[in-house]
């Protein structure tokens, strides 16, 4: 790497907002803690476990959805948007957690849903019940049919998970849904359905909640006006703002009503967009200060371990953040994506699965050519670079123990509507990241709960639990556990510059308080300078005269 390139950020450094830099824990609640023994994760999990999180010294927790929902799409079918499962708890559980996790001086941000609900949720029913032409059915999409009766459904487009994009029901009419049938997609244009999402905003917010995770952000306003394309002439319209389904230029009226509701607050609440769009440029417009503030940067999820791809991605995402104020994010694994420890075991992009013939086989390779053992120590590299960069960091539950993707789960128990439909997400689904934490390495279900899991654990599980890392100054969870803390005095301004290393496989970095992060992509050390400073951190073996082999260093100035 050659040329050394300063990058600014304008964010007023001296009262920066809580997030800019936070690193946020996304809990998947159904499989975190089970504390009442049904096999589920619950709420009171949550709250057993906040001695835990405080430890791991994380800044916020993100929740996935743990509202009412038949688990359709775990969790992603919301019945009710202002209540709590009764299987994870009730609200006062959730106060509690909230007032837990605040004495602790972690925030909370949950999930919003707000594309589609279940096709329990009580509107759904009404429609239903209410025929065609109704108030009622005006808050979904409902269309006639195609052909001589109506029994063709109106466009031929597909599903995110596979199979049709609209569903028949009784009377005849068809109603549209991006994700699984059971989770039917909100007409935006309907000012009911606006309302009523202010009011969920309020409500949590109302509970102390500090920030909202918006789900499928992009996807909320469509142009459904007849003739509609068909799924040909779909794919060629460009998604830069006036797309029919996707990423319009008109979604942005909604968020900037929802920051009215955000800023009323006092710390105004956060929001972050997951916004699947085509350019930074797109992405940068759900991050705006008038909208929801941020925006996830999933640029990382489908890049390899590869030096050249994260110089470039990072210098991107910097200069994104530039131009919108916010700061960037980071993330390397979520609970819809293969665990980035196993993503780089695998061949390069063999995280993703692709299908042949009818079998669906590992990009790279067959499972059997996981490297265990690499993957994770690429992992571990990955993580140190990313919490030293300026931006906030998303971390996924499991990742601070090293956790592997689970692959022995059977049809029979995959509950992923994604398998079943053979849509997206690499053809077996998501259920392999989405396995019940092991808390011991012995006992019932790894000390999950007491009663078993919801999905089946494997036995090399053991090595991994949180009992079996605490008293292990070389595991994962310590090595996160000391980033973590040691973050705290290395994450002052938003700003980095690059430093010339020499090296192709090697990226080198200088924060604004001298600290410095190494990482070296190659399998060769990387020699450092006698003056450079003090090694602090690394995420692999011992470095102090050189960086070895897929690793990263955090250095700090000698005084
Ligand atoms: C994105 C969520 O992350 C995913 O888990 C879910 O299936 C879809 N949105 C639909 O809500």
Redesign the pocket.
């Known amino acids: 790497m050659t040329d050394a390139l300063v990058i600014e950020t304008p964010a007023d450094q001296e009262t920066p907002a809580w997030w800019r830099q936070a690193v946020v824990y996304q809990i998947y609640p159904r499989s975190f803690a089970d504390a009442n023994g049904d096999g589920l994760g619950d709420i009171p999990g949550i709250l057993s476990r906040v001695d835990y999180l405080a430890e791991l010294g994380v800044d916020a927790v993100w929740l996935?959805p743990f509202y009412p929902s038949a688990l359709a799409?775990?969790g992603?079918?919301v019945a009710d948007y202002r209540d709590v499962d009764p299987r994870l708890g009730t609200l006062a559980d959730f106060d509690a957690m909230v007032e837990a996790l605040h004495a602790r001086g972690i925030r909370v941000v949950v999930d919003i849903?707000p594309?589609?609900t279940s096709n329990l949720h009580a509107w759904f029913q009404e429609a239903l019940a209410a025929g065609r032409g109704s108030a009622a059915r005006d808050r979904y999409i409902f269309r006639e049919g195609t052909g001589p009766d109506g029994s063709e459904p109106p466009t031929d487009w597909q599903s995110?998970?596979g199979g049709g994009a609209w569903e028949r029901v009784e009377d005849g009419q068809w109603y549209f849904h991006?994700?699984a049938v059971e989770?039917p997609d909100l007409n935006w244009a309907n000012p009911e359905v606006r309302e009523d999402f202010l009011e969920t905003l309020r409500f949590w917010s109302d509970r102390g909640v500090d920030g909202f995770r918006i789900?499928?952000a992009h996807m909320l306003t469509k142009d459904l006006a007849d003739p509609l394309p068909s799924s040909v002439e779909l794919e060629a319209i460009p998604r830069d703002g006036n797309h029919p389904l996707f990423d319009r230029d008109d979604v942005h009226e909604v968020y900037a009503e929802w920051r009215k509701v955000f800023n009323s607050y006092d710390p105004p609440r956060t929001a972050v967009a997951?916004a699947w769009v085509e350019t930074p440029e797109r992405r940068a417009k759900y991050a705006s200060a008038d909208g929801l503030g941020q925006a996830f940067n999933f640029d990382l999820l489908v890049a390899d371990f590869d030096a050249t791809q994260f110089r470039t991605l990072i210098t991107v995402n910097l200069a994104e953040a530039l131009v919108t104020g916010s700061s960037t994010t980071w993330v390397l694994s979520?609970?819809?994506v293969t665990r980035h420890a196993t993503r780089y075991g695998l061949p390069p992009l063999a995280g993703r699965r692709v299908k042949q013939g009818t079998e669906w086989v590992a990009a790279g390779g067959p499972e059997d050519q996981l490297d265990r053992e690499g993957g994770l120590r690429r992992a571990r590299a990955a993580t140190l670079l990313l919490l030293g960069l300026p931006g906030s960091t998303y971390l996924y539950q499991g990742e601070e123990l090293g956790l592997h993707e689970v692959a022995a789960i059977t049809a029979e128990q995959r509950q992923d509507?994604?398998f079943f439909r053979g849509g997206a997400f690499d053809g077996l689904g998501?259920d392999g990241c989405r396995v019940p934490l092991p808390w011991t390495a012995d006992g019932a279900s790894f000390g999950f709960g007491s009663a078993g899991s919801h999905l089946p654990q494997p036995a090399w599980f053991a090595e991994y639990a949180v009992d079996a890392e605490a008293s292990d100054p070389a595991s994962t969870l310590s090595f996160y556990r000391r980033a973590l803390a040691l973050r705290h005095e290395l994450q002052t301004g938003e700003t980095l510059e690059w430093l010339e290393t020499g090296r192709e496989d090697v990226l080198r970095f200088v924060r604004p308080n001298g600290w410095q992060v190494v990482t070296n992509f190659g399998t060769e050390p990387f020699a450092l300078d006698a003056d450079t400073g003090a090694v602090v951190l690394s995420s692999g073996a011992d470095a102090e005269a050189s960086v070895p082999g897929e690793t990263t260093v955090w250095i700090a100035p000698t005084a």
């Open positions: 996935s799409d775990g992603y079918d849903v594309n589609h995110t998970f991006h994700f989770q789900d499928v997951e979520n609970h819809d509507p994604a998501r």
